[in-house]
């Protein structure tokens, strides 16, 4: 199963990152070991949004800039709101970052 490694730099999957290389460094686990759980953690990540998330968000805001490139678009938003059911949520900037998952699926 293929992944994308965009999970890696969200706030998880840096404190991940940070700690095997804290662990690389000092010895406690080679960093082909390390490499196998970044690898792992991508696939969890992609499993876990696919198959347990139930949640959708309505977001409106003023489109600032879009790009799309090797297959993934990335939209900056100002003043943007995110609305569910529960919550409602201002932000003044974000980043989207939108990857296709059909290509993570394998060619027939």
Same mark, same amino acid.
Request: net charge negative; with cysteine.
């Given at each position: 199963?293929?992944?994308? #490694? =965009?999970?890696r730099?969200?706030?998880?999957?840096?404190?991940?990152? #940070?700690?095997?290389?804290?662990?690389?460094?000092?010895g %406690? &686990?080679?960093?082909? =070991?390390?490499?196998? &759980?970044? &690898?792992q953690?991508?696939?969890?990540?992609?499993?876990?949004?696919?198959?347990?998330v139930?949640? !959708?968000? %309505?977001?409106?805001?003023h =489109?600032?800039?879009?790009r799309?490139?090797?297959?993934?678009?990335?939209?900056?938003?100002?003043?943007?709101?995110? !609305?569910? #059911? #529960?919550?409602?949520?201002?932000l003044?900037?974000?980043?989207i &970052? %939108?990857c296709?998952?059909?290509l =993570?699926?394998?060619?027939?």
């Amino acid at each position: 199963m293929a992944t994308f #490694e =965009l999970y890696r730099r969200s706030t998880i999957g840096t404190c991940l990152t #940070e700690t095997l290389d804290d662990l690389v460094s000092s010895g %406690a &686990v080679s960093p082909e =070991l390390a490499i196998q &759980v970044l &690898v792992q953690f991508d696939k969890s990540m992609t499993d876990a949004l696919e198959t347990q998330v139930k949640s !959708k968000v %309505a977001v409106k805001g003023h =489109l600032h800039t879009y790009r799309f490139c090797d297959n993934v678009w990335t939209f900056i938003l100002t003043d943007a709101t995110f !609305k569910s #059911e #529960e919550i409602s949520e201002k932000l003044s900037k974000v980043k989207i &970052v %939108a990857c296709d998952s059909k290509l =993570l699926q394998p060619q027939t």
